[in-house]
């Protein structure tokens, strides 16, 4: 067997807390106790909010925080050529779809549509696409095309099922509900999800995916937060011949009040506890994790 690979992602659009803390501290735990790699990656695919000052504080927190990785890091904004290849393999097998609509004429088809009752939700609480744009003909998608409209790229989730058929992942740790073991994933929650937004040409989804095989990631180790988000995940890999990992996602750190942690909250900043004298040894006291 070779040796097991975990990975810290963060995001730089912003400054870590201490959720990405315990994240990054227990995924590096993980990887010595077992002998395996410690991965760092940038996903930096938001051009519009991602910032050199907080890819260079990242790297500073970490290393504060006594971690050590793998060289190089690696940073998905380097490459967009891979993950159009793989939307180029989805698109030939006729699971992608151009839509147009910007956000206000989705938020009024959902408005339109859910007069009946309340349009149905993903499990991050967003009204599901109402996919008028993938009943547009061939002909129709050129014109649009043509004319120099700007479009995201969605995965038609119903065809996209029916060619994966039922699919697992191994949950080592547990969903927000306790779920874990051998779990059944349900992308059809998440509807017609965007794999390539207007103005970057992937996604989330898209690049974890790729870059997880790519890497060689054999466990992914994150928050809860993510937990209903692999049911998509595990639909890319089998659609893309990748393989999966196993998974194990994390309780969340929250604030006083019971609160998710934001980026922008200066009391749960990892920079902020540390100007306020606080150690390595207290951020891992502070998120429960033995020294
Ligand atoms: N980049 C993601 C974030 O900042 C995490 C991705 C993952 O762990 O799958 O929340």
Request: aromatic fraction near 8%; hydrophobic fraction near 40%; charge should be negative.
């Amino acid at each position: 067997m070779p040796p097991p690979v975990f990975r810290f992602a963060p995001s730089p659009n912003g400054y870590l807390h201490l959720g990405h803390a315990f994240s990054a501290l227990l995924n590096f735990d993980l990887a010595r106790q077992n002998g395996g790699q410690f991965l760092l990656r940038i996903e930096d695919i938001d051009s519009a909010r991602c910032r050199p000052e907080y890819e260079a504080a990242i790297y500073e927190d970490l290393a504060w925080l006594g971690l050590a990785w793998e060289q190089p890091v690696r940073r998905q904004s380097e490459h967009l050529a891979l993950y159009a290849d793989a939307l180029a393999r989805l698109t030939g097998q006729g699971l992608v779809y151009p839509a147009f609509e910007s956000r206000a004429e989705i938020a009024r088809l959902v408005a339109e549509k859910g007069t009946a009752g309340p349009w149905p939700r993903d499990p991050d609480g967003t009204p599901l696409y109402p996919g008028v744009d993938r009943l547009l003909s061939a002909a129709e998608r050129a014109e649009k095309i043509a004319s120099g409209a700007p479009y995201a790229l969605r995965l038609d989730m119903a065809a996209a099922c029916a060619r994966a058929g039922d699919l697992t992942w191994d949950e080592h740790g547990a969903g927000p509900d306790g779920e874990t073991g051998t779990l059944v994933a349900q992308p059809q929650e998440w509807g017609d999800v965007i794999l390539a937004r207007k103005d970057t040409p992937t996604s989330y989804h898209l690049s974890v995916v790729i870059d997880d095989a790519l890497q060689g990631v054999s466990h992914v180790v994150r928050g809860q937060d993510l937990f209903h988000a692999t049911s998509v995940h595990r639909l890319l890999q089998h659609l893309l011949d990748l393989p999966a990992p196993s998974y194990r996602h994390h309780r969340l750190i929250r604030d006083g009040a019971g609160r998710k942690l934001s980026k922008s909250d200066d009391a749960t900043g990892i920079r902020e506890l540390r100007a306020a004298g606080a150690g390595p040894q207290d951020i891992r006291r502070i998120v429960g994790l033995s020294s």
